[in-house]
């Protein structure tokens, strides 16, 4: 590594003062690509930081989804396209929730039950991308325990009762209560 790294500061140095060397051109290009070498950066990180693998590091949340029951076949490439999918649905579901603020007291159950289903992509969103049995795990952990009851119960709260008893005050209020528990 340290070879590498002089040969590319001589290189620098050689363009600064105007001169090169007889093969400069594929000196530089030769030590450009070694610089770049997967196994120069490896041990380059090995060095500075901590011993880590950065395959295993990266692949470590993929790792943990395959093992997740409810989707165990799903491709790496599959689970960040499904991501994606759900995240930008859900970007869509609140873009169009919050064309409705303007008039959200005429408008108030097509606001929350929007706003409620662009949570519900972005939850989906990474349910599919880190497994849906590891998700929830997170999810229900004991520290965000407290936030994940409060959460679901004023969102399916705000589903019911914009949906089914069709009340507006009592949708607003599970509406604002949905985003006091997200700013909590």
């Not at 997967?38 to 901590?50: A, Q």
């Not at 790792?63 to 649905?89: H, W, Y």
């Not at 603020?101 to 159950?109: A, F, G, N, Q, Y």
């Amino acid at each position: 590594m340290n070879s590498n790294y002089s040969k590319l500061k001589d290189f620098v140095n050689e363009n600064k003062n105007g001169t090169s060397s007889s093969n400069g051109l594929s000196d530089a290009k030769n030590t450009v690509f070694d610089f770049f070498n997967k196994n120069v950066l490896r041990n380059d990180i090995s060095t500075t930081g901590p011993s880590l693998d950065t395959n295993d590091q990266a692949d470590s949340w993929f790792k943990e989804a395959e093992k997740d029951p409810f989707c165990p076949n799903l491709t790496k490439s599959q689970r960040v396209i499904g991501f994606m999918i759900c995240l930008v649905m859900g970007a869509f579901c609140m873009g169009l929730a919050s064309l409705y603020i303007p008039v959200i007291v005429l408008k108030s159950r097509k606001f929350v039950l929007l706003f409620s289903l662009g949570s519900l992509f972005f939850i989906a969103s990474f349910s599919i991308l880190w497994g849906v049995k590891s998700h929830l795990k997170h999810l229900f952990s004991p520290a965000r325990l407290p936030f994940t009851l409060s959460y679901f119960t004023t969102l399916f709260g705000t589903i019911y009762y914009a949906m089914i008893v069709k009340s507006v005050l009592i949708t607003l209020l599970f509406a604002v209560l949905q985003i006091g528990t997200l700013i909590w």
